[in-house]
């Protein structure tokens, strides 16, 4: 079973806060098996060591799904108090990214053309890439990743399969998918047909 790598910045700056999404995952465990690691970070450098460490081929084969949860705006993501663009997150993962899928849980990071994000998942051979285009409610959010993450359980990790599973949310998460404003682009170099959420 594929798992998650999910890693997660503080949401209120504090270490107190309690605010996470690990409850959504260890759910997610509990209902579907679903394997998955989990770290938090504050700065950019816990960023990238914990990026580097799931890019090594023990850990990005058995974690395909890479959860970043972080603050966000139009094509970035905030850790800490720095912001990486999704130019600066392509150096930073490099090429070691082919069959595997990148879900922002961050707020309107996935608000730029489709030029842009076309060209991270061709320089990181990215699978797909999914997000949101706005600022979304916190248990919505919530919500919609228990059901929108069951999908990539069972499906292989190829064009079919990302097919399948883009079928699928679109089918059955619509009106989640309309009020988020969620999207999911996929590599076309894999994936031929012009469909978008």
Not at 31 to 60: D, Q
Not at 82 to 92: D, K, P, R, S, V
Not at 131 to 143: K, M, T
Request: aromatic content about 14%; charged content about 25%; proline content about 3%.
């Amino acid at each position: 079973m594929k798992g998650i790598f999910c890693i997660e910045g503080f949401w209120y700056g504090d270490h107190r806060d309690p605010t996470s999404v690990y409850p959504v995952l260890e759910l997610i465990h509990r209902i579907n098996g679903l394997p998955y690691i989990y770290h938090r970070c504050g700065t950019v450098e816990e960023f990238i060591f914990s990026i580097e460490r799931w890019k090594t081929k023990a850990f990005h084969k058995k974690y395909p799904i890479l959860y970043l949860a972080f603050h966000g705006d139009r094509g970035v993501i905030k850790v800490g108090k720095e912001t990486i663009t999704l130019e600066q997150l392509a150096g930073i993962l490099g090429t070691k990214c082919e069959g595997v899928v990148i879900y922002f849980g961050s707020c309107a990071t996935m608000n730029v053309n489709k030029r842009l994000l076309q060209r991270f998942l061709e320089q990181t051979r990215t699978l797909s890439i999914l997000g949101f285009r706005q600022e979304v409610n916190w248990l919505r959010s919530a919500s919609f990743d228990i059901q929108m993450l069951s999908y990539f359980l069972d499906n292989a990790f190829d064009s079919k399969g990302i097919e399948i599973i883009y079928n699928e949310i679109q089918a059955n998460c619509k009106s989640l998918v309309r009020e988020l404003d969620f999207r999911m682009e996929i590599n076309e170099k894999i994936w031929f047909p012009r469909r978008r959420l």
